[in-house]
C-alpha cells in the first residue's frame, strides 16, 4: 500500500486518496527519544526511541494490527538522503506503546538497520506507517512524519554519510558486491533500474522497475532467481523528493512489488496515486529485496517529468 503524505512533523494523517490537507480524527504521534518529549540524540550512540499515537482528547490510542508483518513501519532518513534504515518498533499491546533501540543490536532479525540508523550527526526524517484497530474503512492506515537531530560525537561519530559519487549520480545501472556494499562491474549483482509511464484519466501514473542480474559460473550477468517475500511482499520501494527542504514539502511514497513473475529478476513497484500525478523533480529510492535470507537495499536517483495531457480528453467518463 502507497499514500502520499502531507503532514508536518509529528502529525498523522488517516489518508483517503485525494483527501486534501487536514488532519483526521486530530491523532497525532508523538516521538520520544531516551527522555519524554526529547528529539535529540548523540550521533553513533545507542538512543531509545518512543512513540505514542494520541487522540484529540490527549488519550492515548491503544489497539493496532499488523500490516506487511508488522504493526509499525519506521523509514529514518537523513535530510540530504545519505542515510536511510527501514526499521519496526516493538508494540506494547497493553500500553499502546511502540519502542524501538536505535544504534544498538535487535533481537528481531527484520531491525538489521537500526544498528546503523543513525550514525552521523545531523537533521534526520521520520515516516512512520500504523494501522490502528477498530479498522476504519475511511482511514484503514495512519501515516506521518517528523524530523529529530542528531549531535555529534567524536568518539562514535562519523563525520559525514554524504554519499559518494558513484552512490548518488543519475545512473540506470549500478554493481553491488554479494555483502549488500556498493561495488562496480564485475561484482556478484547487477541492478537495472528505470521507470514507464502510463495514462490514467486526466494524470500519469508511473511503474518503477528493478532488474536483477547475477554473475555466473562464466563470468556473464543473467537474470536473477531464488527471491523470497520479505515483509509480506516481494520487494519494497521507498521514494523521497530531493526537493523540498521542509518537511511537509517533501513527497513520500512507499511502494511494494510481489515476486518476479513474468520475467526472471524483474520487480515491479506501482504508483497507486489515483488522484493526482508524481510531481516533477529530482527523486531518490531505496529498493529492498530478500535474496537467500539476505535483505539487499539498492538505491537510486532520478529525475521525473510528467509528459503533457491533452485537455480535451483529460477526464475519465464517471469522474
Request: hydrophobic share 35%; proline share 5%; aromatic share 14%.
Amino acid at each position: 500500500m502507497m499514500r502520499r503524505l502531507f503532514i508536518n512533523r509529528a502529525f498523522i494523517l488517516g489518508l483517503i486518496l485525494g483527501s486534501s490537507l487536514g488532519y483526521a480524527g486530530g491523532m497525532k504521534s508523538q516521538l520520544s527519544i531516551d527522555v519524554p518529549g526529547g528529539n535529540v540524540m548523540t550521533a553513533g550512540n545507542a538512543s531509545n526511541f518512543q512513540f505514542e499515537i494520541l487522540k484529540e482528547s490527549g488519550e492515548r490510542h491503544i489497539g493496532f494490527m499488523k500490516m506487511h508483518a508488522k504493526p509499525m513501519h519506521l523509514l529514518i532518513v537523513k535530510s540530504d538522503l545519505s542515510s536511510f534504515a527501514h526499521v519496526h518498533p516493538y508494540l506494547n499491546e497493553e500500553t499502546g506503546i511502540f519502542t524501538l533501540p536505535i544504534n544498538a543490536a535487535s533481537d528481531d532479525p527484520d531491525n538489521f538497520d537500526a544498528q546503523r540508523a543513525v550514525s552521523s550527526s545531523g537533521r534526520y526524517f521520520y515516516f512512520n506507517e500504523m494501522m490502528p484497530t477498530p479498522i476504519n474503512e475511511q482511514m484503514p492506515m495512519l501515516m506521518g512524519r517528523g524530523e529529530f537531530y542528531a549531535e555529534a560525537d567524536e568518539a562514535t561519530a562519523k563525520a559525514s554519510d554524504q554519499p559518494s559519487l558513484a552512490d548518488d549520480e543519475h545512473v540506470s545501472v549500478k554493481y553491488y558486491k554479494e555483502n549488500g556494499e556498493l561495488g562496480s562491474e564485475g561484482d556478484f549483482y547487477k541492478v537495472v533500474f528505470s521507470y514507464e509511464q502510463f495514462r490514467f484519466c486526466s494524470i500519469w501514473m508511473p511503474k518503477f522497475y528493478a532488474k536483477i542480474y547475477m554473475l555466473d559460473e562464466n563470468g556473464s550477468y543473467v537474470q536473477g532467481d531464488g527471491f523470497d517475500r520479505w515483509l509480506g511482499m516481494g520487494g519494497h520501494s521507498i521514494v523521497i523528493s530531493k526537493f523540498g527542504t521542509l518537511l511537509k514539502d517533501k513527497v513520500f511514497y512507499h511502494m511494494h512489488s510481489f515476486l518476479p513473475m513474468a520475467e526472471k529478476g524483474k520487480f515491479v513497484f506501482p504508483y497507486d496515486n489515483h488522484k493526482e500525478s508524481l510531481p516533477d523533480g529530482e527523486y531518490k529510492t531505496w529498493i529492498q529485496v530478500n535474496h537467500n535470507q539476505h535483505v539487499y537495499t539498492f538505491s537510486f536517483t532520478f529525475d521525473y517529468t510528467n509528459p503533457p495531457i491533452d485537455d480535451a480528453v483529460n477526464k475519465c467518463v464517471g469522474r
